[in-house]
């Protein structure tokens, strides 16, 4: 099993910066991808970024440009910094972790997510 807990969220205002955090514990071996993932209320839950265990990246088109996921194996964790946050960037963020071969999720988890709320 792994365990995700996410932390860094808060309120900023519009323009400001925020690193969110996702540490994973238990079987840390199970995994090879991580990404976030947000959700606003009354909305879907929607792809942010995505990391392999490669550091190969994707970002959706909503912050690429303005936001960095990176990871430190060292520290099992994987990081979100966003900058130059906007309003529409209010969700509750998700760090989600695969097992992925050949394309397909053989496990996958989900930490209890953090809010992000940016103020006009």
């Known amino acids: 099993q792994v365990q995700l807990v996410e932390s860094g969220g808060g309120l900023v205002q519009a323009g400001g910066s925020l690193r969110l955090s996702c540490a994973a514990s238990?079987?840390?071996?199970?995994?090879?991808?991580m990404a976030w993932y947000r959700q606003a209320p009354g909305n879907q839950r929607e792809f942010v970024a995505w990391i392999s265990s490669g550091n190969i990246l994707n970002y959706a088109d909503s912050v690429k440009g303005r936001s960095t996921i990176s990871r430190d194996n060292a520290k099992n964790t994987v990081y979100l910094q966003m900058n130059s946050l906007r309003p529409e960037d209010t969700a509750v963020y998700y760090c989600?972790?695969?097992?992925?071969?050949?394309?397909?999720?053989?496990?996958?988890?989900w930490g209890q997510g953090t809010q992000v709320t940016v103020s006009s």
């Open positions: 989600n972790a695969k097992r992925v071969v050949l394309g397909q999720a053989l496990n996958t988890y």
């Open positions: 238990g079987s840390i071996s199970s995994i090879n991808t």
